[in-house]
């Protein structure tokens, strides 16, 4: 047919000339409508993942098409109006949607982007701030306002796509899980064939998820029907050996659930899973391996026009993707309807073994986590291979801390099932343990570990006794121990090496033993009680290895061998590590003084008498003895206190004469002075019957005190159940009873309103019943004329401050 008669005959059939009109158009923009090439926004290799956070931002009002699940239905933007959705109540956006991230435990995040595209006409009042959004975080209360990193194409001046990054902001939060919103994306709204949405790519480290490959593209591709279009996108690794698996993921604009045709291969082969058919891939849905996105307001299983879905691909046949590839071919077709590509994402599987690696807390052979010189603790560590692939000549690799001698035939093994074995030098199927003593170093070969098996070992170890080497090392040591192992299908040589601790979102990785050490052993500044010069410093239990020195000599060149005096000195040690430790030494040479001696005492038959001494000093020590008039003084047994008690006197203890004996430190003695007991046939009063009450204090004089001998909390007389001290004109005073440890037990400052004491001693000490005895007494007093109180005379004895009270029960 010659070519006017064509044209003649498609001049009458006017529908086939419209269909080669668009046709015409249609193929020229097809040649053009690559408005931003995809390209390679992150890629990284990691055990984790790619998860999407997404949502639309358009809907029809009161349709229910937003209800059908996928892949059915038959509801298109192209039937009804569509508006806005704003799930918040802040005034400040005019629509908004929100959806939540749940990334497994022990996750941390690598990378964040932010995507939102919208079909906007140019006569829209809010155009020009198409590139701003705003975003509210997890936890947050106010929103954040962005501005696009970058326009990743306009197509017609109407379908635009932006990004930003937003992994630093994410990075501020205490979790990155929970509640996204994105609000204020321009769009058109009141019509049909609209639609905007956004979506959250999310790349995550989990040290608990097998290695994979993790790579984002994104560009801005429309496609406009008929057409078949190809995108080249490279820069991941598939694995060298065994097989490929691989998750792929698409965010597109204006996929429609009844209009087919729409298609996406893979080098050739077609996307699809069970809720994405081959010939309507792009069907306005959110989802993650065959599942409808979860928690996301509002919650449309249609979403009228917006696509953001991970599909896991079946490769056993190596059609998707096959060994050692770098790069792959994406075929974008489409019969019947325009669409819009924005963003790919791939997650290959590497295919390796791979270890999760965990230290068991060390504990020692008496059940506690701080050692101590000498102790014997055990080590263990957890490993699973949580990779793909089994390990072949795996070798467990430890050293032992300088502190630690490794116990030998301490070496042992436990795989899943089966009991703990132990490890000896000689190979049984490839399972053995050398062991050098000179570098301390373990290496332990495990045999081989399938994928999911786990492997326990444990060995033990004696803390050394040498304080030097636990010092230097420090109260902590952090040890790692680490692997090396091959792969089975894919034979590369691998090595777990030690890494730092992680704990993130309740959850502790990999990272070093950490050994703790008690610390009682440590030296610190001490105070060394000394009373002579001329004491050898062997005499003053330093500890092993140090030193004294003279605190100037700052070289440590001159070592002592005695103390040449009070004052203060340098221990010093220098270990065989060149670690050096010092401490000082401070000597004293205080003095020893009786301020209070004994007195003469007269008393009867039956009754009981004490003696006591006061005395000033440290460190001393305690005899009293007795001259029966033989002219010989005789130490008294058990009588080592500063106090002697008598409970009861007898006729032949008559002209006794008793002294203490008080040795110093530097082992000289004081004597104090000698008293007589006095004792009468007639009894005046006995320990077992009450004291006489005391008379009233009478004194011409300003002011006046009398202390009493005896009291006894159980008596019948109210007088005598408390120690009180009587007198008046007081215008300050003071009282401090003792025990025969020179204790404080009681004190008393009270004065009354008319000059006496107000306060008496109920015979407590330290909140219970003080035992029957004797018990010391000093007082200070100044009477309101200003004299001091001069003591108490007995039996015309000189005054004295001080005296001794009996107490009984």
């Not at 290959?348 to 270890?355: A, L, M």
């Not at 990785?509 to 009682?520: H, R, S």
């Not at 219970?768 to 039996?795: H, L, N, T």
Request: proline fraction near 5%.
């Amino acid at each position: 047919m010659r070519p006017f008669d064509i044209l003649r005959a498609v001049w009458d059939n006017k529908f086939l000339y419209i269909l080669l009109m668009n046709l015409f158009f249609n193929a020229f923009e097809v040649s053009s409508q690559v408005t931003s090439p995809f390209n390679l926004r992150y890629h990284t290799q990691q055990r984790g993942g790619i998860q999407y956070v997404a949502n639309a931002i358009l809907s029809c009002k009161g349709c229910d098409a937003v209800n059908e699940l996928p892949p059915y239905g038959k509801g298109n933007n192209n039937d009804f109006d569509m508006f806005f959705v704003d799930v918040d109540e802040d005034q400040t956006t005019f629509n908004s949607s929100s959806a939540s991230l749940n990334l497994p435990d022990c996750s941390s995040i690598s990378f964040v982007g932010l995507y939102w595209g919208a079909v906007g006409s140019p006569t829209n009042p809010r155009i020009k701030e198409k590139n701003r959004v705003k975003l509210g975080l997890p936890g947050k209360q106010s929103y954040i306002d962005l501005v696009a990193d970058q326009d990743l194409g306009n197509f017609r001046n109407r379908h635009y796509q932006y990004f930003k990054d937003i992994t630093s902001l994410v990075h501020t939060l205490p979790s990155p899980n929970g509640t996204f919103t994105v609000g204020n994306i321009v769009t058109d709204q009141g019509a049909k064939d609209l639609y905007a949405g956004w979506t959250i790519v999310v790349v995550f480290k989990n040290d608990l998820l097998p290695s994979r490959d993790l790579s984002v593209f994104d560009g801005f591709v429309p496609v406009v029907y008929p057409t078949r279009f190809d995108l080249n996108i490279g820069g991941f690794q598939t694995p060298p050996r065994g097989p490929v698996s691989l998750d792929f993921g698409v965010v597109a604009y204006d996929g429609e659930r009844g209009i087919g045709g729409d298609r996406m291969l893979i080098n050739n082969k077609p996307v699809f899973d069970i809720l994405h058919d081959k010939d309507n891939v792009f069907n306005s849905t959110i989802a993650v391996n065959g599942e409808v996105a979860k928690n996301t307001s509002p919650a449309l299983k249609n979403t009228l026009g917006y696509d953001a879905s991970i599909i896991h691909l079946e490769n056993s046949d190596f059609t998707y993707l096959k060994n050692n590839e770098t790069s792959l071919v994406v075929t974008l077709e489409t019969v019947k309807e325009d669409y819009f590509v924005g963003v790919l994402t791939s997650a290959i599987d590497n295919f390796n073994p791979d270890f999760k690696f965990q230290s068991q807390p060390v504990i020692g052979d008496k059940g506690n986590a701080l050692l101590v010189p000498g102790e014997t603790a055990s080590f263990e560590y957890n490993l699973k291979n949580i990779g793909n692939d089994k390990s072949s000549i795996t070798t467990f690799i430890d050293t032992i801390p300088d502190s630690f001698d490794f116990i030998k035939g301490s070496f042992e093994v436990k795989y899943d099932n089966e009991s703990w074995i132990q490890l000896s030098q000689e190979s049984k199927g490839g399972r053995y343990i050398k062991y050098s003593w000179e570098t301390k170093r373990i290496e332990a070969s495990l045999g081989a570990i399938a994928s999911g098996d786990s492997v326990k070992v444990r060995y033990r170890a004696q803390v050394t006794s040498d304080l030097d080497k636990i010092k230097c090392a420090g109260s902590i040591i952090s040890k790692y121990a680490w692997l090396q192992y091959y792969g089975n299908i894919n034979t590369n040589w691998f090595s777990k090496e030690p890494s730092a601790a992680v704990i993130k979102n309740n959850c502790s990785l990999e990272g070093p033993v950490n050994i703790l050490f008690d610390t009682q052993f440590g030296v610190k500044d001490t105070a060394i009680n000394i009373y002579c010069s001329g004491t050898p410093v062997s005499d003053l239990h330093l500890p092993t290895g140090y030193a004294l020195y003279k605190s100037d000599d700052v070289s440590f060149q001159h070592p002592l061998d005695k103390l040449g005096g009070s004052g203060v000195y340098k221990a010093y040690r220098k270990l065989s590590t060149g670690c050096e430790y010092s401490f000082n030494v401070i000597a004293r040479a205080d003095s020893v003084t009786i301020y209070s001696q004994p007195d003469n005492i007269e008393a009867t038959v039956g009754s009981g008498v004490a003696f006591s001494v006061g005395i000033k000093g440290e460190n001393v020590s305690f005899q009293w003895q007795v001259n029966k008039g033989t002219g010989t003084w005789e130490d008294i047994a058990g009588a080592t206190e500063r106090s002697l008690t008598i409970p009861k006197v007898t006729e032949e203890m008559d002209g006794y004469n008793y002294r203490l004996r008080i040795t110093t430190p530097c082992k000289d003695y004081l004597l104090s002075v000698k008293v007589v007991l006095s004792v009468k046939k007639q009894p005046v009063s006995k320990p077992s019957e009450e004291p006489e009450p005391q008379p009233e204090v009478k004194d011409e004089n300003v002011g006046a005190l009398f202390v009493p001998n005896a009291f006894m909390p159980a008596s019948n007389t109210q007088e005598l159940r408390n120690f009180v001290v009587k007198g008046h004109g007081l215008a300050k005073w003071q009282m401090t009873i003792f025990n025969k440890w020179d204790q404080v037990i009681w004190k008393t400052d009270v004065i009354g309103a008319d000059g006496s004491p107000a306060e008496s001693w109920d015979g407590k000490m330290f909140g219970a019943d003080a035992p029957q005895g004797a018990y010391m007494w000093a007082i200070e007093a100044v009477f309101e004329d200003g004299k001091e109180w001069e003591g108490m005379s007995v039996r015309d004895s000189k005054p004295r401050k001080s005296g001794v009270v009996y107490l009984l029960r």
